[in-house]
C-alpha cells in the first residue's frame, strides 16, 4: 500500500489544521494508521493510532486536541489537529501495518508503509 500524507501548512498558535492520509495500493480497512511527527533536532514520535475496529489511542500531549478518524470508503485516515501550539511544529508522517500488535502502536518500527510526511508550522 502507498501513503500519500497532505495537508499541513502554516498557521497561528490556537488554529485548526486537518492532514489527510490517502491510501492506495491496497484495502487501508485492513490496516492499523498511525500518525507520528519529527520536529528538527528531536526524533519521531507516536501521536495517534487508529485501529481497524476504530479504536483510538492518543499520546498524552495531544489527548483532547488531536482527534484520529477514517473514512474506509474514501481509503483515507485523517488527523484533525486544534488548538494548536508552537511546540506541535514538525513534520507529520502517517504510517501503516497490517500486522502490528497492540502494544507496539506507538513504536514507529512496528509499521512498514510510511507517508512522504507533511510539513506543520505553528507560529507563536
Known amino acids: 500500500v502507498q501513503l500519500q500524507a497532505s495537508g499541513g501548512g502554516l498557521v497561528q498558535a490556537g488554529d485548526s489544521l486537518r492532514l489527510a492520509c490517502a491510501a492506495s495500493?491496497?484495502?487501508?480497512?485492513?490496516?492499523?494508521v498511525a500518525w507520528f511527527r519529527q520536529a528538527p533536532g528531536k526524533e519521531r514520535e507516536f501521536i495517534a493510532s487508529?485501529?481497524?475496529?476504530?479504536?483510538?489511542y492518543y499520546t498524552a500531549s495531544v489527548k483532547g486536541r488531536f482527534t484520529i478518524t477514517r473514512d474506509s470508503a474514501k481509503n483515507t485516515v485523517y488527523l484533525q489537529m486544534n488548538s494548536l501550539k508552537p511546540e506541535d511544529t514538525a513534520v507529520y508522517y502517517c504510517?501503516?501495518?497490517?500486522?502490528?500488535?497492540?502494544?507496539?502502536?506507538?513504536?514507529?518500527?512496528?509499521?512498514?508503509?510510511w507517508g512522504q510526511g507533511t510539513q506543520v508550522t505553528v507560529s507563536s
Open positions: 504510517a501503516a501495518s497490517s500486522t502490528i500488535i497492540q502494544s507496539e502502536y506507538s513504536n514507529e518500527r512496528g509499521y512498514g508503509y
Open positions: 495500493g491496497g484495502t487501508f480497512g485492513r490496516y492499523v
Open positions: 487508529i485501529r481497524r475496529s476504530g479504536h483510538t
